[in-house]
T-cell receptor, first 110, second 111 residues
Framework: GQNIDQPTEMTATEGAIVQINCTYQTSGFNGLFWYQQHAGEAPTFLSYNVLDGLEEKGRFSSFLSRSKGYSYLLLKELQMKDSASYLCAGLNQAGTALIFGKGTTLSVSS | DTAVSQTPKYLVTQMGNDKSIKCEQN?????MYWYKQDSKKFLKIMFSYNNKELIINETVPNRFSPKSPDKAHLNLHINSLELGDSAVYFC??????????FGPGTRLTVT
């Protein structure tokens, strides 16, 4: 099966760095995704890791350790607009759908 | 151009009614999906569908049925609506390893 766990809420201040962790249990893992979702909007793709290591994309980076069933999303130089839900998702065994965690709501304050 | 579009954006209806939500993608993707996001913001897969195979999440009631007139469209029909069906429904599409395209969502409210 595929169970994905992430913290429910996090808070941070502008300019800071925040790390959102995600752990998963899967038998047939095909990739780990991170999405951002602002209130009332659709999820938007942030990153995709299929191999171990760090993927950097501007202020956002994502890390994966397949042996540990662990990923994190790192957000640097936080801005108020980064306040959103961050969704960790795994590709199911058959590679036919993304299975999402319950999301982490990040609140950035000034 | 909008990659994945859905109509309507808002849908308010009474219990027992039958309704449909439409989805279209202009990306040429082979696979389309329906997700349900409940009040706790949990995004759950309902269906994945391509021109070869329909995969149904077994927890989805059979009142829900996807219908695909062609590769670019996947509509969601819901019969005998219940209060618990109130949620935001997202359509999405993918092609091979290209993921991440969600429609804007349809907020369904059943009264």
């Amino acid at each position: 099966g595929q169970n994905i766990d992430q913290p429910t809420e996090m808070t941070a201040t502008e300019g800071a760095i925040v790390q959102i962790n995600c752990t998963y249990q899967t038998s047939g893992f095909n990739g780990l995704f991170w999405y951002q979702q602002h209130a009332g909007e659709a999820p938007t793709f942030l990153s995709y890791n299929v191999l171990d290591g760090l993927e950097e994309k501007g202020r956002f980076s994502s890390f994966l350790s397949r042996s540990k069933g662990y990923s994190y999303l790192l957000l640097k130089e936080l801005q108020m607009k980064d306040s959103a839900s961050y969704l960790c998702a795994g590709l199911n065994q058959a590679g036919t759908a993304l299975i999402f965690g319950k999301g982490t709501t990040l609140s950035v304050s000034s | 151009d909008t990659a994945v579009s859905q109509t309507p954006k808002y849908l308010v209806t009474q219990m027992g009614n039958d309704k449909s939500i439409k989805c279209e993608q202009n990306l040429g993707h082979d696979t389309m999906y329906w997700y349900k996001q409940d009040s706790k913001k949990f995004l759950k897969i309902m269906f994945s569908y391509n021109n070869k195979e329909l995969i149904i999440n077994e927890t989805v009631p059979n009142r829900f049925s996807p219908k695909s007139p062609d590769k670019a469209h996947l509509n969601l029909h819901i019969n005998s609506l219940e209060l618990g069906d109130s949620a935001v429904y997202f359509c999405a599409s993918s092609q091979d390893q290209t993921w991440g395209y969600f429609g804007p969502g349809t907020r369904l409210t059943v009264t």
